[in-house]
């Protein structure tokens, strides 16, 4: 397969250090996708899951060491801290092995669109202060996860190769959580129209998303959890979100929204 290039990549909420990474997905992503600038948006490594449990397998390793020797090899990386990794966000500018550390950065696009790097938990109500709430709905999500993790191996085990998710399942079923979702957009934009940038890239919500509101352009890298999305920009600077997922004979790349063209 061969090597796809791009001007910048966005991936988030990759919850290194937890049973839900989809860590081998992941660095199959990171072997066929190589772009000049690298954005982790936070949730990279899930300390929240860590203090409960040590769990760091060897794929969780390996994948630090892909993004480490990609920054070596030029590949411009900026670690935007999460709520999960919020620790890191004492080392406001520092630099650790190559890959810069920066609570928000503003990315200008090739076509001269300038875009907010956030996480995003910065506009969420319940995660900045309620913070009791955000880790009980953590404790819930993770259950729904580890209970579609192996809903996942049994679907393989039978040939089934679709990626069902049952956390995003009952995440568009509960009407509370779609009003989350909905609130959650409205309120990251609203707070962001007057700042300058054309849009806002964020992730911590774990739904991917692109759209137009009221001409400021909302973008969600989503996750390596369930979806396996990310965002890239082509070297013209259009914007494309992508899922990623491998299959027992090959790896699939599928669009799930194309292009979005900065006009």
Known sequence: MNINSYRTIWISDLHLGSTQCQADVLLDFLK????????????????WALSKKMYWPRDHNTVIQKLLRKARHDTQII????????NVRDYDSYVFGDITVK??????TASGKRFLIVHGDEYDTIAKYHRWIAKLGSEGYDLLLEFNRYLRMIRRLLGIQSQFSLAAFVKFKVKNAVQFISD?????VNTLRDEGVDGVICGHIHHAEMKDIG??????????????????EHHNGSLELVNWHKTETA?????LKVNLHNP
């Open 32 to 47: 066929f996708n190589d772009s000049d600038k690298l954005y982790l948006v936070g949730d990279i490594i899930d300390f």
């Open 79 to 86: 670690y935007i801290p999460g709520n999960h990794d919020e």
């Open 103 to 108: 609570n928000s950065d503003i990315h200008t």
């Open 184 to 188: 959650y957009e409205e309120s990251i």
């Open 215 to 232: 001409g400021f352009q909302y973008i969600n890298t989503g996750d390596f959890v369930e979806s396996c999305t990310a965002i890239v």
């Open 251 to 255: 790896l699939d790349y599928e669009p």
